[in-house]
């Protein structure tokens, strides 16, 4: 079981990126994938979930409304189009997948397996 994070990069405020995370070993449409990121010399926070079940989306409050989840299928990897970015959006982004075939954001997911992160940087 593996995940792939990808599509980091320096975009200026205002911009727009999207980071993909590709799983090797299970398929990402059975479980509930998660991004989450860590600043430098912060905590590492939850950012956005997709359940496998329904494919309802959450984000946290700091993103709603510009970040978005989605899953492509065919290539079983999830994207976070992320838009209107801010200086502050700048992290180190890390998926998550809770190996729980059928496993939903909504229940409290277990994010065992983690991709490595991709860098985020966001000029003012």
């Known amino acids: 079981v593996q995940l792939q994070a990808s599509g980091g990069g320096l975009v200026h405020a205002g911009g727009s990126l999207r980071l993909s995370c590709a799983g090797a070993?299970?398929?990402?449409?059975?479980?509930?994938i998660g991004w989450f990121r860590q600043a430098p010399g912060k905590e590492r926070i939850w950012v956005s979930c997709i359940s496998s079940t329904d494919g309802s989306t959450y984000y946290g409050d700091s993103v709603k409304g510009r970040f978005t989840i989605s899953r492509d299928s065919a290539k079983n990897t999830v994207h976070l189009q992320m838009n209107s970015l801010k200086p502050e959006d700048t992290a180190a982004y890390y998926c998550?997948?809770?190996?729980?075939?059928?496993?939903?954001?909504?229940?409290?997911?277990?994010?065992?397996?983690w991709g490595q992160g991709t860098l985020v940087t966001v000029s003012s």
């Open positions: 998550a997948a809770d190996p729980t075939f059928g496993s939903s954001c909504a229940t409290g997911p277990q994010f065992r397996s």
């Open positions: 070993g299970f398929t990402l449409d059975h479980r509930a």
